[in-house]
Nanobody, 124 residues
Framework: QLQLVESGGGLVQPGGSLRLSCTATGVTLDSYTIGWFRQAPGKEREGVSCISRSDDRTSYLHSVKGRFTISRDNAKNTVYLQMDSLKPEDTAIYYC?????????????????WGQGTQVTVSS
């Protein structure tokens, strides 16, 4: 089971931007489909975006389409989630997850390995 590490969270005002990073050691992330999930207090974990292995197809939660962008930098072995036009309802702990499968799913059940999460708070 690979170990994932998220970074880049923080406090930002509404309308601001953050870029989250997901890295791993000892494995190359381009061999995995990577998903970003979030969990707000009192709510279930929800899939935000994912990028497939091999062909980099992407999928997004409807409420973040046009605001969030997922991408890979294979040279840095990192998957990013660029978050723009942030809203207070985007406040949550954000997790990255990995699966060796090629499917493009935003269900937590589809992923085998998880990071510890990074807090994103959108508030004025």
């Amino acid at each position: 089971q690979l170990q994932l590490v998220e970074s880049g969270g923080g406090l930002v005002q509404p309308g601001g931007s953050l870029r989250l990073s997901c890295t791993a050691t000892g494995v190359t992330l381009d061999s995995y489909t990577i998903g970003w999930f979030r969990q707000a207090p009192g709510k279930e974990r929800e899939g935000v975006s994912c990028i497939s292995r091999s062909d980099d197809r992407t999928s997004y939660l409807h409420s973040v389409k046009g605001r969030f962008t997922i991408s890979r930098d294979n040279a840095k072995n990192t998957v990013y989630l660029q978050m723009d036009s942030l809203k207070p309802e985007d406040t949550a702990i954000y997790y990255c997850a990995a699966t060796p499968q090629s499917w493009l799913l935003l269900s937590a059940m589809a992923y085998d390995s998880w990071g510890q999460g990074t807090q994103v708070t959108v508030s004025s």
